[in-house]
C-alpha cells in the first residue's frame, strides 16, 4: 500500500489504497491541505515538495516538470505534487518554507 509521510507536519502518515495516484490528490483526500495555485496543472510550482527518500516510487517527470527544473525553479530533490504520481511503496517529503500554510503548524 502507498504511503506518504510529511516529514515537516509531525510526520503524518497518509495510506493510499491505491496506487498510480497524484501526490497531492492524495494529500487533499486524507483533509490535510498542500498549496497549489493553477488548479492541479503543472503551470506554477506552488505545490512542490521536498522529496527526502522515496524517489524511486514516483512516476518519471512530466514535461512541466522538466521544464522548471531547467529555470531552476526546481531543485533535483524537489518535484510537483500536481504532475508526481505515487507508484508505490513509501514516499517521505517535506513542506518547503516558501509554501506553507499560516494556519498548520510545522515541525522541524
Not at 529555470?71 to 518547503?96: H, T
Request: glycine letters at 4%.
Amino acid at each position: 500500500m502507498p504511503r506518504i509521510v510529511i516529514q515537516n507536519l509531525g510526520n503524518l502518515r497518509i495510506d493510499s489504497e491505491h496506487p498510480d495516484r497524484k501526490v497531492i490528490e492524495i494529500i487533499h483526500q486524507n483533509g490535510t491541505d498542500w498549496m497549489h495555485a493553477c488548479g492541479k496543472k503543472g503551470r506554477c510550482t506552488t505545490c512542490k515538495m521536498i522529496v527526502v527518500e522515496g524517489m524511486e516510487n514516483l512516476s518519471p517527470e512530466t514535461d512541466r516538470e522538466v521544464f522548471y527544473r531547467n529555470q531552476n525553479r526546481l531543485k533535483p530533490n524537489e518535484r510537483l505534487c500536481c504532475q508526481s504520481l505515487l507508484l508505490k511503496d513509501e514516499l517521505v517529503i517535506r513542506v518547503a518554507e516558501v509554501n506553507k500554510f499560516p494556519h498548520l503548524d510545522y515541525t522541524e
